[in-house]
């Protein structure tokens, strides 16, 4: 009987998977990696902890602040930030003991706090500033039955109704995994500069300064760039010479001014 035997020069199946790992956008090659370590934990009392309080916390104030004129939304970037100095804390506060329930075993120390938790736990973040809206979009819809219409809806009912309109995103998600998460050549380009943010916050790179040092470095220096124009001194933002000369001109102030007008004339040191 005769052997078959394999072109050398066709691709082997591993190598056709890792190929197909490769995203063709350069973009998405310099901003993600394309391995994996399937042994880094993830369902940890951390993210679950962090998790759960981040979206019940964001839950709470986007709605608290959406009801002002000027509504305050706390996005998902926030808890990136922050939640790091707290896992590590926790890291550092929690017992690394073993409890024992049945035939399984658990820690509420995993170790040091990975990247995988900390993605999660900005997933659940996200949910709780509605991705980047603030409250939740099937809110205003409970409160325009009452407020306009009169009518009273049940908590059960408002309830299942903004749980599903939350989840909806998620659930089409699921069912075109295969189309728009899976591919290589499918990219989200708002999702990139999160991704840098995760690396440069647990990433180590040798010979050189930190992605997470400069980070802070740089976030520290923006802080106080914007803290006197932004908050403590907004006059600097817009310098209208033309308002400061006919204070109680109408059409001076209509044409000079940079924050309510023309700005026509107006210097900024910002």
């Not at 394999?6 to 490769?22: G, R």
């Not at 962090?50 to 916390?57: I, K, T």
């Not at 922050?82 to 024992?100: E, Q």
Request: net charge positive; hydrophobic share 45%; aromatic share 14%.
């Amino acid at each position: 009987m005769e052997t078959l035997q394999m072109d050398p020069s066709l691709p082997t199946t591993t190598e056709k998977e890792e190929h197909d790992d490769i995203s063709p956008i350069e973009e998405v090659r310099l901003t993600v990696t394309n391995r994996d370590d399937p042994t880094m934990p993830v369902w940890t009392f951390r993210m679950w902890f962090l998790g759960l309080f981040s979206c019940v916390l964001l839950s709470f104030f986007n709605q608290f602040f959406g009801y002002r004129t000027k509504s305050l939304v706390i996005t998902q970037i926030t808890v990136q930030v922050v939640v790091l100095p707290i896992g590590h804390f926790l890291t550092a506060v929690l017992p690394r003991t073993r409890f024992r329930v049945g035939s399984r075993s658990f820690s509420l120390n995993a170790g040091p706090f990975y990247m995988k938790e900390h993605v999660l736990i900005s997933i659940f973040a996200n949910v709780g500033s509605a991705f980047g809206n603030g409250s939740a979009y099937a809110v205003g819809i409970v409160n325009i039955n009452k407020a306009f219409y009169g009518r009273q809806i049940s908590f059960l009912a408002s309830w299942i109704l903004i749980i599903t309109t939350q989840v909806l995103g998620y659930g089409w998600a699921g069912l075109l995994r295969k189309y728009v998460v899976e591919p290589a050549h499918m990219w989200w380009p708002n999702t990139l500069v999160q991704i840098s943010l995760f690396r440069a916050s647990h990433e180590k790179e040798e010979g050189r300064m930190s992605r997470a040092k400069f980070f802070l470095i740089a976030l520290t220096c923006s802080f106080f760039w914007y803290l006197f124009p932004g908050y403590l001194f907004p006059t600097l933002t817009s310098i209208s010479w033309v308002c400061w000369a006919f204070p109680k001109s109408t059409t001076a102030h209509q044409l000079g001014s940079g924050l309510h007008g023309l700005g026509l004339g107006a210097v900024t040191l910002d």
